[in-house]
């Protein structure tokens, strides 16, 4: 998964291998566990380029026959996001994978389309410093400064190919 959105047509499969290869790696390095069920939710967001919300984890979950508890669920979700495997949209109450790892005084800006619900990440570390400055101006601190910035991806202002991507 390269920054920006997804073309329509690349090879999603590459999205989902390259998402679980990067989590197994930083797991490695931080002595942290995978384990089968952490594995498994991040599989399920990594296979949607749209934020998936925790009930519907637990719903395809149960679908491919690998049902767990929705606490589990919560819980993998929750290391997820703490080792940043996957980001928590707030707008949205879902979440997304991340094959990044994000550090230093760079801002992680999220894109959502309104219309197909993709959303694509970006980020900078001129705005995160700006921001930065401007909020210990007032003495704040900032922890780990997310945007969401709300609009229509590249697809969906096409006129025609917004019309194959509703249907
Ligand atoms: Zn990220
Ligand atoms: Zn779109």
Do not use: W
């Amino acid at each position: 998964m390269k920054s920006g959105f997804p073309s329509p047509g690349h090879d999603h499969a590459l999205c989902v291998a390259d998402t679980l290869t990067h989590a197994e790696k930083t797991c490695d390095v931080r002595g942290v566990r995978l384990t089968p069920l952490r594995r498994r939710v991040l599989g399920v967001l990594a296979a949607s380029h749209a934020p998936v919300g925790a009930y519907d984890i637990v719903e395809r979950l149960k679908k491919t026959g690998e049902a767990a508890p929705a606490m589990s669920v919560y819980r993998a979700l929750d290391f997820l996001v703490g080792e940043g495997l996957a980001h928590r949209i707030e707008s949205r109450n879902a979440f997304l994978a991340c094959n990044r790892g994000h550090g230093g005084d760079e801002i992680v800006v999220f894109l959502l389309c309104e219309r197909c619900s993709t959303v694509a990440e970006v980020t900078s570390s001129a705005v995160g410093r700006d921001l930065t400055k401007a909020a210990s101006a007032v003495g704040f601190e900032a922890h780990a400064p997310v945007l969401e910035i709300k609009g229509l991806c590249e697809i969906c202002r096409s006129p025609s190919a917004s019309q194959e991507r509703i249907a």
